[in-house]
T-cell receptor, first 112, second 113 residues
């Protein structure tokens, strides 16, 4: 079946460090890929998305590129801030579908 | 624009009690879903709906019922609460999940004792 695998956390970084959170997927077709962010005590918010291979999603300094050849959608940010501390979820939705499958989430701590 | 509204935010139930978690959206979205979030397990789909009058089971539907009488509302019913249903529950809606992703509510934290 379809699935999403994320790197285990927590990830702890100093402010202004470079961030990478790995995400790989397994799918029988061609999914849309998403990154969501969850701040403490809140629901998930859509951070960025890519709907086809080689698309790059970007928002708030975060980027991720849809790589079909490696079935990956790694999240990157060049310089993290304390305010980026949150849990990040990678997710996929199959083309023509509506059920979204989530990874287990990766917690990020950014120290000042 | 309220988005997706969930009530209550917190609830404590005794084993065997029943209750309804409310979810309402004001964006005229056709697609709505209920997820539960447990530590280390991400979000698991309980039930979903692709429009008023149409619902179906997700990955973990046992012990839960849903209905969708209007586009706006998608309540989740716990029939006979069990400690295994202690979790954080999220409702989400979308105008097209593969194109736009989902908009989430702020969640209901449920404890069953």
């Amino acid at each position: 079946g379809n699935s999403v695998t994320q790197m285990e956390g927590p990830v702890t970084l100093s402010e202004e460090a470079f961030l990478t959170i790995n995400c790989t997927y397994t799918a029988t077709g061609y999914p849309s890929l998403f990154w969501y962010v969850q701040y403490p005590g809140e629901g998930l918010q859509l951070l960025l998305k890519a709907t086809k291979a080689d698309d790059k999603g970007s928002n708030k300094g975060f980027e991720a590129t849809y790589r079909k050849e490696t079935t990956s959608f790694h999240l990157e940010k060049g310089s993290v801030q304390v305010s980026d501390s949150a849990v990040y979820f990678c997710a996929l939705t199959m083309t023509g579908g509506f059920k979204t499958i989530f990874g287990a989430g990766t917690r990020l701590f950014v120290k000042a | 624009n309220a988005g997706v509204t969930q009530t209550p935010k917190f609830q404590v139930l005794k084993t065997g009690q029943s209750m309804t978690l409310q979810c309402a959206q004001d964006m005229n979205h056709e697609y709505m879903s209920w997820y539960r979030q447990d530590p280390g397990m991400g979000l698991r789909l309980i039930h979903y709906s692709v429009g008023a009058g149409i619902t179906d089971q997700g990955e973990v539907p046992n012990g839960y019922n849903v209905s969708r009488s209007t586009t706006e509302d998608f309540p989740l019913r716990l029939l006979s609460a069990a400690p295994s249903q202690t979790s954080v529950y999220f409702c989400a809606s979308s105008d097209g999940p593969e194109k736009f992703g989902y908009t989430f509510g702020s969640g209901t934290r449920l404890t069953v004792v």
